[in-house]
C-alpha cells in the first residue's frame, strides 16, 4: 500500500507544484526502502549473495572490477550481503537524485515515472542501476560543453562502466552530443529510415560484429569473464517477440523525445544545453538497436536510454508554459509510451521476474 499512496501522492503533487525536490526526494526514499526490504525475493539475490560470499577472491573478479572490489571491501569488514546491497541501492538512488536535479527541479514527475517503470528492472540488476545512475550523473556535466566538463564526463562514464560494462556504450553519446541534434529532431523518419539501414547491416555482419565487441571488451573491460560472455553468451540472438517489443518501444520513445526535444527548443533556447544532452542518449538508443540481433541483453542500452527520455519529459513539464489543452495531449501521450516500455520490458525479462514484484511492492510477503 505504501507503494500505491506514495506514487498517487508524487503523480497529483506534480500537477500543482513544478519545484518538488523534497518531495520527490521522500518519494525516492519510500523506492529505496522497498527494494531494500525486497531482499532475499528480489530475482537475482541468491545469485549475487553466492558470488559476493564465494566469488570475491583478490584478483579474481566474476563481475565487474569496480563492483567486485567494493564488494570484496565491505565483505572483509564483516558487512552481510543485504547490508552490501542496501548500500548500492542507497548509493544509485542518491545519485540518481543529484543527476536528475541537475537537469529540473520537477522530482515529483520523474519520481512517479520512474517509480512505474524503470524501478522494478533496475532494482533487480542493481549493477545495471548502479551503471545508469553514474551514466546520467556523467551527462549532466555536458550541458555546458567545455573540455573539462567532457572530461569529467568521459571520467564518470568510465567509472560506470566498472559496475556494468555497457557503461562504455555511452562514451558514444558524449560524441553525439558534439552534433548538429537539432537537424536529427528536424527529420525524425529520416533518422529511423537509417537506423533500419543499420540494423539490416547489423543482421549481415553479425559475426564480423562479434568480433569486434569481443575485441574491444577484451581491452576496456576489467570483467574477467566478459569476453566470453560477449562470444558466447550475448551472442544467442532474440526472438522475435522480444525484438519486436525493444524496437516498437524504443522508436515510440524515440519520437516522443523528439517532440519534447523540439517544443523545449521552441520555448526557450537558453535551455538548448539541457535539451541536446538529454537527446543525444535518446538517439543513442536508436543507433544501438543492432546490437540487438547479437542478444536481448544489449537492450539494457535502451533501458538505460529510458532514463534520458524521462528526464526530457520533466523538464518539459516543469518548465514550460503549455497550452492546457496540449500539455494533456502530450502527457497522455507520454504515459502511453510508459506503459509500454514497463509492458515490453516486463514481459522480455520473464515470469520469474514478473512473479517477483508483488513482492517488491509488498502486496506479498
Not at 74 to 85: A, E, T, V
Not at 142 to 160: A, D, Q, R, W
Not at 316 to 339: E, H, M, N, R
Amino acid at each position: 500500500m505504501i507503494f500505491l499512496f506514495s506514487e498517487t501522492f508524487q503523480f497529483l503533487y506534480q500537477f500543482f507544484f513544478k519545484k518538488s525536490r523534497f518531495i520527490g526526494a521522500v518519494g525516492l526514499s519510500i523506492l529505496a526502502y522497498l527494494a531494500i526490504n525486497w531482499g532475499s525475493n528480489a530475482l537475482d539475490y541468491q545469485t549475487y549473495s553466492d558470488i559476493y560470499y564465494y566469488d570475491n577472491q583478490p584478483g579474481t573478479y566474476y563481475f565487474e572490477k569496480g563492483y567486485s572490489m567494493l564488494g570484496e571491501f565491505f565483505l572483509n569488514h564483516g558487512f552481510s550481503y543485504n547490508d552490501f546491497r542496501t548500500l548500492c541501492i542507497v548509493l544509485s538512488l542518491v545519485v540518481l537524485f543529484i543527476a536528475v536535479n541537475r537537469f529540473t527541479k520537477n522530482i515529483a514527475f520523474f519520481t512517479f515515472f520512474f517509480g512505474i517503470t524503470a524501478f522494478f528492472s533496475d532494482t533487480t540488476q542493481i549493477r545495471n542501476f548502479m551503471m545508469i545512475s553514474l551514466v546520467l550523473l556523467a551527462f549532466s556535466f555536458l550541458i555546458n560543453v567545455t573540455t573539462k566538463n567532457i572530461l569529467i564526463s568521459v571520467m564518470v562514464i568510465i567509472l560506470s562502466a566498472q559496475f556494468q560494462s555497457l557503461g562504455y556504450i555511452f562514451l558514444i553519446a558524449v560524441g553525439i552530443r558534439c552534433l548538429p541534434l537539432k537537424r536529427i529532431a528536424d527529420r525524425p523518419f529520416e533518422t529511423l529510415g537509417i537506423m533500419l539501414l543499420f540494423m539490416l547491416v547489423g543482421l549481415l555482419v553479425r559475426t564480423s560484429l562479434i568480433k569486434i565487441i569481443s575485441n574491444v571488451a577484451g581491452l576496456v573491460s576489467t570483467r574477467d569473464s566478459l569476453v566470453e560472455k560477449v562470444s558466447e553468451q550475448y551472442t544467442y540472438g532474440s526472438n522475435s517477440v522480444q525484438l519486436s517489443l525493444v524496437i516498437f518501444s524504443t522508436i515510440l520513445g524515440f519520437l516522443i523525445g523528439t517532440y519534447l526535444y523540439k517544443n523545449i527548443l521552441l520555448e526557450n533556447l537558453q535551455n538548448e544545453g539541457k535539451a541536446d544532452t538529454l537527446y543525444s542518449g535518446i538517439v543513442l538508443s536508436l543507433f544501438m538497436l543492432p546490437l540487438l540481433f547479437m542478444a536481448i541483453d544489449y537492450a539494457r542500452i535502451q533501458r538505460g536510454a529510458w532514463y534520458f527520455i524521462m528526464v526530457t519529459a520533466t523538464f518539459y513539464f516543469g518548465q514550460l508554459s503549455i497550452d492546457i489543452k496540449k500539455k494533456w495531449l502530450v502527457f497522455g501521450a507520454f504515459v502511453v509510451t510508459s506503459i509500454v516500455f514497463l509492458l515490453s520490458y516486463t514481459f522480455i525479462l520473464g515470469g520469474p521476474y514478473r512473479q517477483s514484484i508483488p513482492y517488491l511492492l509488498q502486496f506479498k510477503h
